[in-house]
């Protein structure tokens, strides 16, 4: 009789972790691989946001704090929820984990039930459907094709919503494609949730301000008439790039927050009192980097995007947010590599792609999409170039 929980063997590994380290893995033995794989920005976290950590490092602030985030922390998100989203919330309303899976992962163990189940589109964030098996409920994918932009419809929510559905999870700008929801598909959605009083939201809007092209974004607990029903999730990892601080925070309905509290006070206890400190100047400092980041990123995806069209056989969508692009390898799937290894699936495609021109890119059927790569951009133009140098040559060598 195995002794590992049969809730563990419902899940698998991370498969953009396992990317990344094998990257490393590569690297370490003297290969020259151009990791693509890490949803990590390459810039450093901001001077005054470090400055904070050492002041509160400097002053003891290095005790147990409330264990979901101290009052300094949650009047800092509240504020920003108000500047940025227009939205109110309360100190009460607000919880602080150790990242945003963190969160996401203490939302789904307090409120699922054996049975429940939780509507997903795909492609998606790897994690998701994880969380949820692991919760003991059942994840309902409703896959959105490349032609309506990896963007779940009114029409396809409404289809698979029945008694058992519990939450929805929305995750915009989008990981793995970079697409981004407008407020009106965001209202159109509303609509359907709106008619199923039942079934609540988590919204993920961890890259709300990477978007591009005057992109305006817009978050569902916006619409006060379902708000009650809104978790909002977000964090400091990827606007401020402090992904190592592990700061990940929820705004939403008060008993919800005070169940994640009572999971979060058996498992992690509080989040790092520094992280937390370097978070409260994170979210009250300045802020005008942010654009300037974002400004470089989108010049990535530019050249990123032109580079993988100009590739017989790819077909990539230009995303308006993330760091990320989600290129169709449908047009190589059936070709053989120069060891004559037949690519018949985009884990094939990935895994020769690595053997052969040492690029590192995720499959898209770890995100519940098959026939698709991720490729994070979120590093450097130099990089990025040799990368595309690389994955051009790697297909033109297919025959």
């Not at 054996?114 to 790897?126: F, L, Q, R, S």
Request: charged fraction near 25%.
């Amino acid at each position: 009789m195995s002794i590992i929980s049969d809730s563990l063997k419902r899940i698998k590994p991370s498969p953009t972790i396992a990317v990344s380290q094998k990257a490393k893995e590569l690297k370490a033995a003297g290969k020259d691989v151009i990791g693509l794989g890490a949803g990590e920005p390459d810039f450093d976290t901001p001077e005054n946001i470090k400055n904070a950590a050492i002041k509160a490092i400097k002053g003891g602030d290095t005790k147990y704090t409330t264990v979901d985030g101290t009052n300094a922390l949650k009047e800092a998100i509240v504020k920003k929820f108000k500047r940025e989203n227009n939205i109110n919330y309360t100190v009460d309303q607000i919880t602080v984990g150790a990242g945003g899976k963190h969160v996401i992962y203490n939302l789904m163990m307090a409120t699922l039930n054996k049975g429940d189940e939780v509507i997903i589109p795909a492609p998606y964030w790897v994690s998701y459907p994880d969380i949820v098996l692991l919760a003991g409920a059942n994840p309902v994918v409703i896959e959105c094709s490349e032609e309506q932009g990896f963007k779940l419809s009114a029409k396809d929510l409404e289809s698979k919503i029945n008694n058992n559905t519990k939450w929805v999870i929305l995750n915009s700008p989008s990981n793995p494609t970079g697409a981004c929801y407008s407020e009106q598909e965001i209202k159109n959605l509303s609509q359907v949730l709106k008619r199923n009083p039942h079934v609540n939201i988590l919204s993920d809007d961890i890259y709300e301000h990477i978007t591009y092209d005057g992109f305006k974004f817009f978050t569902i607990a916006q619409i006060p008439e379902i708000k009650n029903k809104v978790v909002t999730m977000n964090g400091v990892s990827k606007s401020y790039a402090m992904t190592g601080w592990r700061i990940g925070y929820a705004a939403g309905d008060k008993e919800i927050i005070k169940a994640i509290a009572k999971i979060q006070s058996q498992s992690t206890t509080n989040p790092s009192s520094i992280s937390q400190a370097a978070a409260v100047e994170a979210l009250n400092g300045k802020q005008d980097f942010i654009s300037v980041r974002a400004k470089a990123f989108q010049e990535r995806r530019d050249f990123v995007v032109n580079s993988l069209n100009a590739i017989e056989g790819i077909n990539c969508i230009k995303p308006n947010g993330a760091f990320y692009v989600f290129p169709s390898c449908k047009g190589l799937i059936g070709k053989k590599d120069k060891n004559g290894k037949k690519i018949t699936s985009d884990t094939d495609f990935v895994e020769s792609l690595l053997e052969n021109n040492e690029v590192a890119v995720v499959q898209g059927s770890a995100f519940g999409l098959e026939g698709f790569f991720r490729i994070s951009y979120a590093t450097s133009m130099d990089k990025l170039q040799e990368a595309m140098k690389r994955i051009k040559l790697f297909c033109e060598s297919l025959n």
